[in-house]
């Protein structure tokens, strides 16, 4: 009976790696949005995020109507963008008001530029969510609020990491 060899210990931790040089890719982006003139010709931007990841901040009753995930646009309404080296913080508009958010890239979950049909989907943050704390109606809300965002087209250019894992 041939004994299955176990793959070596990933010391490197390659993985990781690749997730950050990916998330690289969404603060370039942000960078070019952020320079006078904004975000080039009809590229807009879907970026999904974990609200309850550690360094999240903004108004608590906004976080607190999306306990795990909140989708935002950036396209035509949005104030003082500033990505930074490891987060980004901008202004929108909530229900009329202007709303300050900081997100820190490792809590970016998907991030999508439907004019080039081109997205990056990451590996969830770990983050404590106690279900039972959820009520119905957040759970609802939540996946309104990523629903909001539009359905991604089936031609999506999503990379994801799995492709190049051995099985």
């Not at 959820?134 to 031609?155: I, M, R, S, V, Y």
């Amino acid at each position: 009976m041939a004994q299955q060899q176990q793959p070596p210990e990933d010391l490197m931790h390659y993985e990781a790696l690749a997730q950050d040089a990916l998330r690289g890719v969404v603060k370039a982006a942000l960078k070019v949005a952020a320079a006078p003139g904004g975000i080039p010709g009809d590229h807009h931007f879907y970026i999904t995020f974990r609200t309850q990841a550690p360094g999240v901040s903004g108004p608590p009753e906004l976080l607190g109507q999306y306990p795990e995930e909140m989708t935002i646009v950036l396209q035509h309404q949005y104030r003082d963008l500033a990505p930074g080296e490891t987060f980004f913080t901008v202004t929108l508009k909530f229900g009329g008001s202007p709303k300050r958010l900081s997100v820190p890239y490792a809590a970016v979950t998907r991030f999508f530029d439907p004019h080039v049909q081109f997205g990056l989907q990451f590996e969830a943050p770990m983050v404590d969510i106690d279900p039972a704390a959820l009520d119905a109606k957040e759970a609802d809300d939540a996946e309104a609020a990523t629903a909001d965002a539009g359905p991604e087209p089936e031609a999506t250019k999503v990379v994801s990491l799995d492709q190049f894992r051995k099985k």
